[in-house]
């Protein structure tokens, strides 16, 4: 991606000044390019900050990973960026998330519109209890799909990798698929409507080393066609996978427990050069 080359000049600046110079650029770089823009200045359910200051721009046919220990806010920033949050009771945002130039949370926005281009994938695998065609067809007949349904379902099991293991037996209940099996009936589901974007939250925490490798090698296939955002407790996850990372972090300095984005970087630079003492710390195990 040219989005990659942006940051070909971003590993190991001298300087402070150079690294300050070359954050700013790199920011601006990947900011022009973004399919996704999201500048949360504070989040809050109900009463409680939950996030504060994440500013994260999301490439276009790229994986742009979110690491951080429990409670920093990963699910929460990946749920407001096709506004599932919504569903929370006191959720409210201030800042935008612009996608396609457009900002999500404009009043205008309908949510169920965005929710329509922008999939999500659980960390539990969540197959309706229907046959498998009906579960890939599910989309496809909310949004009133006109075409030729048998022609779609089978694209999008074959784009999730799972077509020669489920072509025989299409009515069967999803529900009787192995879990990574069942994972990647759900990213068929995701990808059966083309959304713009995928978010995947910790898509692979319920799966066993194998299964895991499966659906890795899914999103670097998958990335040619779509853009994704994946939260990863799996660091070496996040290496393997990852175009971009956003670190996060929680601050209980003012006696709460607020997350907020530490570095945003190129993957191999953060993991190699991390210019922050939390990231080096956090990559080190130091806490988890
Ligand atoms: N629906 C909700 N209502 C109220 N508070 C919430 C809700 N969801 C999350 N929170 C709070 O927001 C903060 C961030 O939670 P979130 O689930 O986004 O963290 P996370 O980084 O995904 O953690 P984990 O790695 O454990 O999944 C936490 O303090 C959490 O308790
Ligand atoms: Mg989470």
Same mark, same amino acid.
């Given at each position: 991606?040219?989005?990659?080359?942006?940051?070909?000049?971003?590993?190991?600046?001298?300087?402070?000044?150079?690294?300050a110079?070359?954050? @700013?650029?790199?920011?601006?770089?990947?900011?022009?390019?973004?399919?996704?823009?999201?500048?949360?200045?504070?989040?809050?359910?109900g009463?409680?900050?939950?996030?504060?200051?994440?500013?994260?721009?999301?490439?276009? /046919?790229?994986?742009?990973?979110?690491?951080?220990?429990? =409670?920093? =806010?990963?699910?929460?920033?990946?749920?407001?960026?096709?506004?599932? /949050? %919504?569903?929370?009771?006191?959720?409210?945002l201030?800042?935008?998330?612009?996608?396609?130039?457009?900002?999500?949370?404009? /009043?205008?926005?309908?949510?169920?519109?965005?929710?329509r281009?922008?999939?999500?994938?659980?960390?539990q695998?969540?197959?309706?209890a229907?046959?498998?065609?009906?579960?890939?067809?599910?989309?496809?007949?909310? /949004?009133?799909?006109?075409g030729?349904?048998?022609?779609?379902?089978?694209?999008?099991?074959?784009?999730?990798?799972?077509?020669?293991?489920v072509?025989?037996?299409?009515?069967?209940?999803?529900?009787?698929?192995?879990?990574?099996?069942?994972?990647?009936?759900?990213?068929?589901r995701?990808?059966?409507?083309?959304?713009?974007?995928?978010?995947?939250? +910790?898509?692979?925490?319920a799966?066993?080393?194998?299964?895991?490798?499966?659906?890795?090698?899914?999103?670097?296939?998958?990335?040619?066609r779509?853009?994704? @955002?994946?939260?990863?407790?799996?660091?070496?996850?996040?290496?393997?996978?990852? %175009?971009?990372?956003?670190f996060?972090?929680?601050?209980?300095?003012?006696?709460g427990?607020?997350?907020?984005l530490? +570095?945003? &970087?190129?993957?191999? @630079?953060?993991?190699?050069?991390? &210019?922050?003492? &939390?990231?080096?710390?956090?990559? &080190? =195990?130091?806490?988890?």
């Open positions: 991606m040219t989005i990659k080359g942006v940051y070909a000049n971003d590993i190991g600046p001298e300087s402070d000044a150079a690294r110079s070359a954050r @700013a650029i790199t920011a601006q770089g990947a900011r022009a390019k973004a399919l996704m823009d999201c500048h949360i200045r504070k989040l809050y359910y009463s409680f900050l939950a996030v504060r200051d994440a500013e994260i721009p999301i490439a276009p /046919n790229a994986i742009t990973a979110f690491i951080g220990p429990s =409670g920093c =806010g990963k699910s929460t920033v990946l749920r407001s960026l096709n506004r599932m /949050n %919504d569903f929370v009771p006191g959720f409210r201030e800042g935008s998330v612009h996608f396609q130039g457009q900002d999500i949370y404009a /009043n205008h926005v309908d949510p169920v519109a965005v929710r281009s922008i999939g999500m994938v659980f960390q695998p969540n197959p309706f229907m046959s498998i065609y009906k579960n890939v067809a599910f989309g496809l007949r909310l /949004n009133r799909y006109k030729d349904y048998a022609e779609r379902v089978e694209a999008a099991l074959r784009g999730a990798a799972l077509w020669d293991e072509k025989d037996k299409l009515h069967s209940s999803g529900l009787s698929l192995s879990g990574g099996q069942q994972q990647r009936l759900c990213i068929a995701a990808i059966a409507v083309e959304p713009d974007l995928l978010l995947m939250d +910790e898509p692979c925490s799966l066993d080393p194998i299964a895991t490798r499966r659906i890795e090698e899914l999103m670097l296939e998958l990335k040619e779509y853009t994704i @955002a994946i939260v990863t407790h799996n660091l070496q996850q996040a290496q393997r996978v990852a %175009d971009h990372t956003a996060l972090f929680v601050d209980t300095s003012a006696g427990r607020t997350g907020y530490i +570095e945003y &970087r190129p993957t191999a @630079a953060l993991f190699e050069d991390p &210019r922050e003492e &939390r990231t080096k710390a956090y990559i &080190r =195990g130091e806490f988890s």
